[in-house]
Antibody, heavy 119, light 112 residues
Framework: QVQLVQSGSEVKKPGASVEVSCRAS????????IHWLRQAPGQGLEWMGM????????NYAQKFQGRFTMTRDTSTSTVYMELSSLTSEDTAVFYC????????????WGQGTMVTVSS | QSALTQPASVSGSPGQSITISCSGT?????????VSWYQQHPGKAPQLMIY???NRPSGISNRFSGSKSGNTASLTISGLQAEDEADYYC????????????FGGGTKLTVL
């Protein structure tokens, strides 16, 4: 079935970087944008950026530009995100989600990856 | 502070109908028909319930419906069931130059 499977939880120290992967299966990987979103504990959802695995075009929320990078590996149908210069405010669950071209809706979500930033 | 405004909580009894509002501006909801609604149970990933204001993905119950008037979108759940108890988030595309998608702060639905 169509699914996105993310890598496991991470614990990082302030100032470090974290990489989270998102492996797609059950559909044509290069045909759909993948978005990254995050949700701080007890808070709402926040959009971070998007990548098209087929053309590798990317678009970042200005808030994260400069310390947020998305890449993809078409051989493994995997999208990666890296967030650097972590602070405690980056503690959150990070989600990847597929965009089916239904006008900025996200129909398939990864299970989420908890990133904890603590000294 | 979220870009879209939702009530923090709503409640209803089984079988009743409830409506959750999502207030935006003429930079997002007011100019785009790209309103989506997501249901999120505790510890789970969000699930798409409504897209493009009023469309339901395959497999979503017709008890869920969406609408929009001006800068405000709404999600209505009819025939409330216990399993509908969850957090609900609205989202919209935005003309902002700093990001493409904005979300509401979420509404906790309690089924009494």
């Amino acid at each position: 079935q169509v699914q996105l499977v993310q890598s496991g939880s991470e614990v990082k120290k302030p100032g470090a970087s974290v990489e989270v992967s998102c492996r797609a299966s059950g559909y044509t990987f290069t045909g759909y944008y993948i978005h990254w979103l995050r949700q701080a504990p007890g808070q709402g959802l926040e959009w971070m950026g998007m990548i098209h695995p087929g053309g590798h075009s990317t678009n970042y929320a200005q808030k994260f530009q400069g310390r947020f990078t998305m890449t993809r590996d078409t051989s493994t149908s995997t999208v990666y995100m890296e967030l650097s210069s972590l602070t405690s405010e980056d503690t959150a669950v990070f989600y990847c989600a597929r965009d089916p071209a239904w006008d900025w809706a996200f129909d398939i979500w990864g299970q989420g990856t908890m990133v904890t930033v603590s000294s | 502070q979220s870009a879209l405004t939702q009530p923090a909580s709503v409640s209803g009894s089984p079988g009743q109908s409830i409506t959750i509002s999502c207030s935006g501006t003429n930079s997002d909801i007011g100019v785009y028909n790209s309103v989506s609604w997501y249901q999120q149970h505790p510890g789970k990933a969000p699930q798409l319930m409504i897209y493009e204001v009023s469309n339901r993905p395959s497999g979503i119950s017709n008890r869920f419906s969406g609408s929009k008037s001006g800068n405000t979108a709404s999600l209505t759940i009819s025939g409330l069931q216990a399993e509908d108890e969850a957090d609900y988030y609205c989202s919209s595309h935005t003309t902002s130059s700093t990001l493409h998608v904005v979300f509401g702060g979420g509404t906790k639905l309690t089924v009494l």
